[in-house]
């Protein structure tokens, strides 16, 4: 199967899911009808994908016959599935784009909370980038303009005190972690 | 105010998940405030990403929930907040497929699409699209045909992704935008050009000419996007593949010059491009593996797996090429991502020279356990593959595999290391002991039933001709006492054997096999039964048929036979000749090994090619009343390549008949063939009884004609004769477009290429495991011997494949490998004549000046054996 080369379509990315650090699914969108198509396969796949990538940051792995590159960043790990076939660095494309668009409306605090917490920019991110296995967006300026997403965009005033100084904490926790 | 999620939740730390307890039934409920005036925007919209949470986890919405969440949704189209609108089109996506009356967001849609918010547009398209029909399309065909000549990039995108995805739906309908797409695929915009060219390439891919004319315009004017050229590159080598083109075309141009592009993605994909190309010159490969090698020492990881995986590839086929790289590679086996390091050992391992392999084996077996099954299969493929190419270095590898056959693995990379251990055994005889001293051991500990199934078979038979055979003995027969039915069967099978090879070990086997007698399962005590009484009687023949050689039949075969004689009692005894005999599987040589292989097919027990042969014939009622079918034959080409009518015949053998079958194909659009037989001379005293025709022969579907042919009966001997065959048949011509045939055709006929039957025709491959028992068993009553010298033969390889194609027998024992720089070699072949009368033929090889041949025959029938040495003659 490895020989057959690639029928030419734009149809490039097979799944892209977005895992905590226990493994846990927070988002994942599969675009093809036939890799795994029932959700046992899919939470499968990705504990299998999970328990192969999260000790080392090697940022590209083969398995189960298909080609993922991933990337992590503190508590969370960003994953982009293509055919064993599919040029790897299209994929990269898609990941890097992916992550430097959530780096940007996550106010660069890309952690599991802040990622939860803003779950519906993400959302319109991933879609913005990929629709249906095509790869709609890779310019990540492009996918920011088009999804005009901030996060916290709530002004300060309906802010309660206990959310600011949480937010707070967790803005010099991260930057003494880093 | 109402606080984005909980507070405890909040107070709770970064930790925790706000998402993590939702109920489906709460957030159905909370949906109900989509209904109040004024909406409320940051509710609802965190209300619609819990649903999409929900949905992304793998919540199961029934139908009546979600049409109600959908339908209460579309009030959220009231109000102006950009996020929630966006978030609008997500949740009508996501439920498309689990709402009804999805449609009724149509107008919403359609609005949006063509309103004046472009940041709504390219969205909005995108979810009509969604859940647009083939029939609503038409609706808004104007609307999409003006969205993807827009000339804002993201509408002009959102319509051409969109199309592209109808396309499997409203072929013909999206199949009408092409003008537009063409002009859109002009556009200044990366990804527009990118989707154009694709939804173009989709539209046009069964037009060869308009895909090569669209290439060259492309090619030509040059295009920006990066992931644009890669596309065109990917077409441009298939075009290249179809047209089997020479590589000197401007297409194969094409893609060279892409080496030299400024973006990798785009030289990356030149390079696989022309790597995977078939016959491929070193001189053509060599730019793409240079690109290759500077990849190699590229920072980003995917890069350099991108290179070193295709470079495996590239090792395969032409190992000289990459040899150039092998410098680059030696830095990348200590790459700390264990993939990247596995591909640069084994490509290494395949272009090194023999001295470099045992450091390497070094090497790797440092890391072996940290990479993941799949690159495990990959090492071992590489050592398979290395151990034919230096067989001397086997110690190195059998050391190697018996480690890795220690450490923890899955079934497949088991079964990879087991199948190269046991190839290594029967390629080097000299590495058998070790070979099967680490099978012993690995069995000892072994889950995999089918493996320890497969170990005992190997040692059942390799095991008694090794000097010291007591010592397996200890092996097998703790399977008997520890493991399940399976495995205990498969030992005490290989116990018999050891007991019917050695006579000293009779005496031991004989009580071991008592002890089996009071197994638990049926199974094993029946063969253990059985064996005893067989081992008993001492009988050289009786161990040759009933242990050493097992029977040699179709088992759909048999399985048919046994329940078509339980339908008919009869007096008679069940004759196991009725029985259709088993075709040899022909042993595929692993010639290349894909570098991942992964299908995850799973293997379907096909029935084999002659089954389906029998079914088919048996349900010709003139063909009924031959009996079992004995042999079908490879397909002969009866016409040249690329002629009107392409025939082939398959040559069945029966008991006393032959039936020809005729696959005829005509390739010409303009007739009709009516009544096709194929009339048959023949040279001999063949009889030609019936002919059954093909009704009728449309264009390009093929259609089978029979002959049904009587062997002569008084002369046994006469088994090869020349048929000349004409085909004959009714025309109609017809027309081209319709295929409506004219009322009234005319006869016609067509000559073929002569047809042979050969001695080959008569006589089915049976692979006898065990060749000298065999031999003994059929006996000398009717020993035939002969010499002939073979003049024309300079080498014994080639007398070797001479022999058996002529004869069509199966060689056993290994013996159609002539070893290296010997002057004579002993071919044994085993076969089973029509009519079920075993042959076996011995024929000793010598090489002087021609290749001289004595050969001898035994069988259990006296006229065969005349036949086989007439035909040799």
């Known amino acids: ?178 | 105010m109402i606080k984005k999620f909980d507070k405890k939740d909040e107070e709770s730390g970064s930790g925790s998940n706000p998402f993590q307890h939702l109920e489906k039934s709460a957030v159905l409920q909370e949906a109900r405030i989509f209904n109040e005036t004024p909406i409320n925007p940051r509710r609802c919209l965190h209300i619609l990403t819990k649903i999409i949470y929900l949905l992304n986890q793998g919540e199961h919405f029934g139908t009546t929930e979600a049409t109600e969440a959908f339908f209460a949704m579309t009030r959220l189209f009231q109000s102006n907040d950009q996020t929630l609108r966006r978030m609008c089109y997500l949740t009508i996506k996501e439920m498309a497929n689990i709402s009804e009356d999805v449609i009724i967001v149509t107008s919403s849609l359609t609005k949006d699409m063509t309103g004046k918010e472009d940041v709504y547009r390219g969205p909005a398209i995108r979810a009509l699209c969604r859940i647009t029909d083939t029939t609503m399309l038409q609706a808004i065909e104007r609307y999409m045909k003006q969205a993807i000549v827009d000339k804002v990039p993201s509408v002009s995108s959102s319509a051409l992704v969109s199309s592209l995805h109808m396309v499997k739906m409203s072929y013909d309908v999206v199949k009408r935008w092409v003008n537009e797409a063409q002009e859109a695929a002009s556009s200044d915009n990366i990804m527009v050009q990118y989707h154009a060219l694709g939804l173009l390439y989709h539209l046009r891919k069964n037009d060869r000419l308009a895909v090569t004319k669209m290439l060259n315009k492309f090619t030509k004017s040059g295009l920006k996007s990066p992931f644009a050229y890669c596309m065109l590159i990917r077409i441009a080598s298939k075009l290249l593949d179809e047209t089997e083109g020479g590589h000197d075309s401007p297409l194969f141009d094409f893609i060279e010059s892409c080496l030299r592009n400024k973006n990798e993605m785009v030289v990356y994909e030149a390079a696989s491009a022309i790597v995977h190309m078939p016959n491929c010159t070193a001189r053509e490969l060599a730019p793409a593996v240079s690109v290759l090698q500077l990849f190699c020492s590229s920072p980003k990881a995917a890069l350099r797996y991108a290179a070193v995986r295709t470079l495996n590839k590239v090792a395969m086929k032409h190992p000289s090429a990459v040899t150039a790289c092998n410098l680059d590679l030696e830095n990348l086996i200590t790459d700390s991502n264990r993939s990247i390091a596995t591909l640069a050992i084994t490509t290494l391992l395949k272009t090194g020279s023999e001295s470099s392999v045992d450091r390497l084996m070094k090497q790797i077996s440092s890391f072996v356990s940290e990479i993941s099954d799949e690159f495990k299969v990959v090492v071992v493929q590489a050592i398979s593959a290395l151990c034919q190419k230096y067989p001397r270095k086997h110690s190195v590898m059998m050391n190697f595999l018996s480690n890795m056959l220690r450490d923890d693995g899955g079934f497949e990379y088991k079964r990879a290391i087991v199948d190269c251990i046991i190839s290594i055994i029967e390629e080097n005889p000299e590495s058998k002991e070790t070979g099967l001293a680490h099978l012993c051991e690995f069995i000892e500990d072994c889950e995999h039933t089918v493996l320890a199934t497969k170990i005992l078979h190997l040692l059942g038979k390799e095991g008694p001709r090794t000097p010291q055979p007591s010592k397996y003995i200890r092996f097998i027969f703790n399977r008997v006492v520890l493991e399940s039915e399976a495995v205990r069967a498969a030992a005490v099978s290989a116990l018999a054997k050891f007991g019917a090879q050695n006579d000293d070990l009779l005496p031991s086997v004989l009580v071991l096999m008592q002890r089996c007698m009071m197994d638990s399962d049926d199974e094993v005590r029946d063969r253990a039964t059985f064996y005893m009484n067989v081992l008993q009687q001492k009988q050289k023949a009786l161990n040759a048929a009933y242990i050493f050689n097992g029977l040699s039949v179709s088992i759909p075969g048999l399985e048919k036979s046994l329940h078509q004689y339980t339908l008919e009692p009869s007096e008679k005894p069940f004759d196991m000749k009725s029985v259709p005999l088993a075709t040899t599987p022909i042993t595929e040589q692993k010639t290349e090994i894909a570098p991942v292989a992964t299908s995850k097919l799973p293997e379907k027990l096909a029935p084999s090619r002659q089954d389906i042969y029998q079914e088919q014939l048996a349900s010709i009622p003139e063909f009924q009343g031959l009996g079992p079918l004995f042999k079908s034959s490879e397909p002969v080409q009866l016409t040249e390549a690329e002629t009107e009518y392409v025939v082939r015949c398959i040559k069945h053998t029966f008991t006393r008949h032959i039936v020809f079958q005729f696959d005829c194909t005509n390739t010409l659009n303009d007739q009709l063939l009516q009544k096709v037989i194929v009339q048959m001379e023949p040279s001999e005293a063949y009889e030609v009884i019936h002919y059954i025709p093909a009704p009728s022969l449309p264009y390009s579907q093929p259609g089978s004609s029979y002959t049904l042919v009587r062997l002569p009966d008084d002369d046994p001997t006469a088994v090869s004769c020349t048929f000349s065959c004409t085909m004959k048949y009714l025309v109609r011509d017809c027309d081209p477009n319709t295929g409506e045939p004219d009322d009234d055709g005319y006869d016609d006929e067509y000559v073929l290429e002569d047809l042979e039957v050969t001695v080959a025709d008569h006589i089915q491959k049976v692979l006898k495991p065990n060749f000298g028992a065999a031999w003994e068993e059929v006996g000398d009553e009717f020993e035939k011997e002969e010499t002939f010298a073979l003049a024309s033969v300079r080498t014994l390889d080639e007398a070797v494949g001479n022999i058996i194609s002529f004869l069509g027998m199966q060689p056993c024992e290994r013996s159609d490998k002539v070893p290296e720089n010997k002057n004579s070699h002993v071919l044994f072949l085993a076969g089973v004549f029509r009519g079920g009368h075993d042959v076996l033929v011995r024929a000793r090889l010598a090489l002087a000046d021609g290749v001289t041949m004595q050969v001898t025959v035994r069988s259990s029938e006296e006229s065969v054996v005349d036949v086989i040495l007439a035909s040799v003659g």
């Open chain 1, 1 to 178: 199967m490895d020989s057959t080369n690639l029928e030419p379509s734009l149809y490039t990315v097979k799944a892209v899911f977005i895992l905590d650090n226990d493994g846990n699914r927070l988002l994942s969108k599969y675009y093809d009808p036939e890799f795994y198509p029932s959700m046992k396969e899919q939470k499968n796949f990705e504990s299998n994908v999970f328990s192969k990538t999260h000790k080392a940051d090697n940022e590209i792995a083969f398995l189960e016959g298909m080609t993922i590159v991933y990337k992590s960043s503190i508590d969370l790990f960003f994953y982009v599935v293509g055919s064993a076939q599919e040029n790897e660095l299209m994929l990269m494309s898609v990941l890097n784009c992916l992550f430097d668009s959530l780096t940007h409306i996550l106010r660069k605090n890309v952690e599991r909370r802040c990622l939860l917490d803003n779950m519906e920019g993400v959302f319109l991110v991933v879609d913005e980038i990929i629709d249906g296995g095509v790869i709609l967006e890779s310019d990540p300026q492009q996918v920011l303009q088009k999804v005009n997403y901030r996060a916290d965009e709530n002004p300060l005033t309906e802010q309660s005190v206990t959310q600011v100084l949480q937010s707070a904490k967790e803005q010099i926790k991260w930057s003494i972690l880093k």
